[in-house]
């Protein structure tokens, strides 16, 4: 018992890559084709546009990035608040004992 023959054999013996580029397209789209066919980048930014062109490797850069954010304003502000700090007890160390401030200037010279 034999098959009967594929209708798209014919089509298919016909069928062959195109050998130039078609005339009417741009020299600009080749190039770029070409390019993404075998025009790989290397170094550094390309390795680095390859990991973040990754959806799941983009959300957790991001999410790096905003969390060392917060981070590096959470040490700013900590800074900020212990000289605050510093100056009010040094301001009410003043405050309740005024001899400080004149044995401060006469340790001074």
Same mark, same amino acid.
């Given at each position: 018992m034999?098959t009967? +023959? !594929?209708? =798209?054999d +014919?089509l &298919? !013996?016909?069928w062959a890559?195109?050998?130039e580029p078609a005339?009417?397209l741009s020299? $600009? @789209?080749w190039r770029r084709?070409?390019? /993404? $066919?075998?025009?790989r980048?290397e170094?550094f930014?390309?390795e680095?546009d390859?990991?973040?062109?990754?959806? +799941?490797?983009?959300? *957790?850069?991001v /999410?790096?990035?905003? =969390?060392l954010?917060?981070?590096?304003?959470? @040490?700013r502000?900590?800074? $900020?608040q212990?000289e605050?700090? /510093? =100056? &009010?007890?040094?301001s009410y =160390?003043? *405050?309740i !004992?005024? &001899?400080l401030? $004149?044995?401060a @200037?006469a340790?001074a +010279?």
């Open positions: 034999s009967p +023959p !594929d209708p =798209l +014919p &298919l !013996d016909r890559c195109p050998k005339p009417n020299p $600009e @789209v084709i070409m390019m /993404a $066919e075998g025009g980048r170094g930014w390309a680095m390859a990991w973040l062109s990754r959806a +799941p490797f983009a959300a *957790l850069f /999410a790096c990035c905003a =969390l954010g917060l981070f590096l304003a959470e @040490v502000l900590n800074h $900020e212990r605050h700090s /510093a =100056l &009010l007890a040094q =160390l003043q *405050l !004992d005024p &001899l401030k $004149e044995n @200037v340790k +010279p």
